[in-house]
């Protein structure tokens, strides 16, 4: 079994700044990928981000240039940085860890960006 624990969510005013931390523990033996999706209501399930082994990474076309994800390996951590939030940007923010048994969700993380 894989644990996330978010954190860093909250409200915003638009242009404001947030950032998320997603700390994994457990049964971890190699972790493959670790990332943000996020679900605003009446929509599905999004990618933001993800850092795969190797750092490489992968931008939605809505977080370039805005959204800058980083992992602390040593930590088992990803980390989000939001910029120039938009109110589109409300929603619950989920990490996602992909290790080689499995893949592991979050709990979720409500980020809410006033206009």
């Known amino acids: 079994q894989v644990q996330l624990v978010e954190s860093g969510g909250g409200l915003v005013q638009a242009g404001g700044s947030l950032r998320l931390s997603c700390a994994a523990s457990g049964s971890i033996f190699s972790i493959n990928a670790m990332g943000w999706y996020r679900q605003a209501p009446g929509k599905q399930r999004e990618l933001v981000a993800v850092?795969?082994?190797?750092?490489?990474?992968n931008y939605a076309d809505s977080a370039k240039g805005r959204f800058t994800i980083s992992r602390d390996n040593a930590k088992n951590t990803v980390y989000l940085q939001m910029n120039s939030l938009k109110p589109e940007d409300t929603a619950v923010y989920y990490c996602k860890c992909t290790v080689v048994d499995g893949i592991y969700w979050g709990q979720g993380t409500q980020v809410t960006v006033s206009s």
């Open positions: 850092m795969v082994n190797g750092g490489t990474t």
